[in-house]
Each structure stands twice: as C-alpha cells, then as structure tokens.
C-alpha cells in the first residue's frame, strides 16, 4: 500500500483528529482525469459546488454559513467588542464630490453633510485610542464597509494604525470595501437580516449619522430590540439633532400612543465626536458590563 504524505493530526484547537480532512479531498477531485463522468456537475463535491450551493433549497445552509464565517474569524482575532457606525454612504468627505446628487438642493445639502464625515473621521479615531488601551480586543469600530460615513468610520481607525471591520453586502450601486477597511476584516453578505446580527452581536454602542433608507432601517431595527427587551440598552447616539428631529417625530410618536413615552430616551443627540465618546465612557464607568440593564418588554 502506497503511504500518504504525512500531516499534522493535531487541529489548530487541539483537538487530535486522524480523518482525512476536505481540503485534502477537495485537491484529490481536482486531479481526476476529465471524463463525460467527472465533468458532469453531479459528479462535483457538494461544498464546493456552487451551483448546488446556491439552490433555493440550500437558503438555510447559505444563512448559516453566513453566521459562522464572520463570527468566526473575528473569534479568531480576538475581538470582544465593538462600537457600530451606521450612516449614509452618499455624503462626501469635506471639499469631495457629491457624486450621489440629483438636483443643486441635494448638492448643497450632502456638501453641507459633509462636517458628518469629518465628526465620523474624529469619532472613529477617538474610539480606536481607547481600542488600543485594551489590545483591539474591545472597542473596535464596525462599519458597513462602503463610502461616505462609513469609510470616515474606517479612515478614522486607519488614522490611528487600528484595525477595524467592514461588513459589506452585495447591491446594484454603493457599495464595494472601502479602501481603508482591515483587509482581514472585510467580509461581505448577500442576507440583509444576517449582516445586521452581526452589526449587533458584539456592540457596546451604536452610533448614528445622517442617512437614508438604510441607516433609517438600521436605527429602527437597534431601537426595536431595545424597546422589546432583546438588545442591551448600551449607548445609542444619534450625530445631529436637527437633522434626527426634522424627519422622525418622536414625540408625536409617543402623543399618539404608538410608543411609551420613555422609548424617547433610549436615544442620546449629539453634534461632535467628543460628545459622543463621553457618553459611551460614562455609560461604562457607572454600569458594569457583566450587567447592561435590558428593557423589560412591556408596552
């Protein structure tokens, strides 16, 4: 019997494990001479078959796979914690293009925007100081990965030699990594509901910035599940007040009845970056992290 080239049994969680793994199977498939057999797409390995990957009937596992991959490799680089930026992709840097423009309004309203940029750049940088303090084990910024305030986000880390994370998802226009994201931390998603668990799987704050139907989907989805008890109530902070105020009513909200009076209070406005951070830091120093105070659900 012809011997197998030798290879470490022991997995990189040491675990010992003597089966010959997928990597080796999936090389082995690729060296079988091509026949009417071997070309037929029945004949492929299962998980590496796109094709049958993406089947209706293989949804689930897609969802699933979605989950594990990123989980997974921010487990393994040790990140514990981070603080999300959610906001619009089509404002520009200060003097930059607004390249997303319809009509002079909306160019000179995303130009005015543009000091969120600069504040997101500020914030990000701020928070990356205090990443450092802790070995980018906690506090790391998290971003959609694409332009406007979520590249200031990245930039902002990059900024300060952090790294920071990208969670991209395939659409028509907008978005593709930005080019300050940590490479090893860009992913990117096909499912909207699984891009934005992870948004909130390690967050110990959320904060906001002037945006569209995205950010509004985003800002509405973390303030459900505070309201409803399924989200810890960490620090969730809306960059300008005005702005916030003109297009969502809150208080009308709350005089209607449509929401209780204190779901107003689970966010915080602010205008600059070192507001913000003094939030998040005085959130932490009076609250134990072991303990965030949840929200109890009732209406």
């Known amino acids: 019997m012809a011997r197998m080239k030798k290879r470490n049994l022991r997995r990189k969680d040491g675990v010992w494990d003597p089966l010959s793994d997928s990597s080796q199977s999936r090389q082995r498939a690729r060296t079988v001479p091509v026949t009417p057999q071997s070309a037929s797409p029945s004949y492929r390995l299962a998980y590496i078959d796109d094709d049958f990957l993406c089947r209706e009937e293989l949804r689930p596992v897609r969802l699933q796979l979605e989950l594990l991959k990123t ?45 969120y940029y600069e504040e997101a750049r500020k914030f990000a940088q701020i ?8 070995h980018y084990k906690e506090y790391v910024v998290v971003t959609g990965g694409g332009p406007g305030v979520m590249e200031a986000g990245n930039r902002g880390a990059d900024d300060v030699g952090a790294p920071s994370i990208g969670l991209n998802i395939v659409l028509p226009h907008e978005q593709a990594p930005n080019r300050f994201v940590t490479p090893e931390l860009s992913f990117n998603f096909h499912y909207f509901a ?13 904060t906001v910035f002037p945006g569209g139907f995205g950010t509004l989907d985003e800002l509405f989805e973390t303030m459900t599940l505070m309201q409803t008890g399924r989200l810890a109530l960490v620090p969730l902070i809306l960059f300008g007040e005005k702005f916030w105020r003109s297009i969502i009513n809150f208080q009308a909200l709350a005089e209607f009845g449509t929401i209780a009076p204190n779901d107003i209070d689970l966010v915080h406005f602010v205008e600059t970056a070192d507001e913000a951070w003094d939030i998040i830091a005085r959130f ?14 009732r209406r």
């Open 71 to 115: 989980e997974m490799m921010l487990e393994e680089y040790g990140i514990n914690s981070t603080v999300v930026m959610f906001g619009g992709a089509r404002i520009p840097e200060p003097g930059g293009d607004a390249w997303a423009a319809k009509n002079d309004t909306q160019r000179r309203n995303l130009e005015a925007a543009s000091v």
């Open 127 to 134: 928070v990356s100081e205090h990443s450092a303090k802790l």
């Open 194 to 206: 699984i891009r934005k668990m992870h948004f909130l799987l390690r967050a110990k704050a959320v």
């Open 284 to 297: 932490y120093e009076t609250v134990d992290p072991r303990s965030v105070p949840m929200a109890n659900g």
